[in-house]
């Protein structure tokens, strides 16, 4: 009789952990989503943002293809790909950091009524996906928790859990101020 509730609690407990580590790892990947969905509306303002600059400097060629090319990089990462997407969203902020300094030199391009939506847009929205990689990295940090953690990580290991990878820069480059020279 001892024997049978000492395997009933021992069920139970493996149930509980097993479930707790299900629960880690689907609001991980919401989590992710989120970011996702956040990366693919600042991609989508881009196009626009570039169509409104290009008007004002035309000779500025190369920082116009420089955001496209990081543009088109970042979104071919797969999805998945947690510390890639990082690095290819690191280096697109660093160039639209440049496309953003050209404005400083066009008066008329801060004047314009469309540039000044589009950037206002693009500040929210930077806002938001900060505050969804903060979001995702808490779920990735808890799920990492009951991954390693003993005795959860008997289960994890058994069911094949895995780590979450944190959604940070890498690149200290990708840190720094962008340097934009005329």
Same mark, same amino acid.
């Given at each position: 009789?001892?024997?049978?509730?000492?395997?009933?609690?021992?069920? &139970?407990?493996?149930?509980?952990v097993?479930?707790?580590?299900?629960?880690?790892?689907?609001?991980?990947?919401?989590?992710?989503?989120?970011? #996702?969905?956040?990366?693919?509306?600042?991609? #989508?303002?881009?196009?626009?943002?570039?169509?409104?600059?290009?008007?004002?400097?035309?000779?500025?060629?190369?920082?116009?293809e420089?955001?496209?090319?990081?543009?088109?990089?970042?979104?071919?990462?797969?999805?998945? #790909?947690?510390?890639?997407?990082?690095?290819? @969203?690191?280096? &697109?902020?660093?160039? &639209?950091?440049?496309?953003?300094?050209?404005? =400083?030199?066009?008066?008329?391009?801060?004047?314009?009524?469309?540039f000044?939506?589009?950037?206002?847009?693009?500040?929210?929205? @930077?806002? =938001?996906?900060?505050?969804?990689?903060?979001?995702?990295?808490?779920?990735?940090r #808890?799920?990492?928790v009951?991954?390693?953690?003993?005795?959860?990580?008997?289960?994890?290991?058994?069911?094949?859990?895995?780590k979450?990878?944190?959604? =940070?820069?890498?690149?200290?480059?990708?840190?720094?101020?962008?340097?934009?020279?005329?």
């Open positions: 009789m001892i024997g049978l509730a000492i395997a009933v609690v021992v069920i &139970l407990y493996l149930v509980f097993y479930n707790g580590l299900v629960k880690a790892r689907q609001i991980a990947e919401e989590a992710w989503s989120g970011i #996702d969905v956040q990366l693919k509306r600042r991609a #989508d303002l881009i196009p626009n943002l570039i169509e409104t600059v290009k008007g004002y400097a035309a000779h500025e060629k190369s920082t116009f420089e955001v496209i090319a990081m543009r088109n990089r970042a979104q071919a990462v797969p999805a998945g #790909d947690v510390e890639g997407r990082a690095q290819a @969203e690191g280096a &697109l902020s660093q160039a &639209l950091g440049k496309l953003f300094a050209l404005a =400083e030199a066009y008066p008329d391009l801060k004047a314009n009524e469309n000044a939506e589009l950037q206002r847009s693009l500040e929210t929205i @930077e806002g =938001e996906i900060q505050m969804s990689r903060r979001y995702y990295n808490g779920a990735a #808890d799920l990492n009951k991954v390693e953690s003993f005795p959860s990580n008997l289960i994890a290991n058994a069911f094949r859990f895995v979450a990878g944190y959604f =940070e820069i890498t690149n200290d480059a990708d840190r720094a101020v962008p340097q934009v020279k005329f």
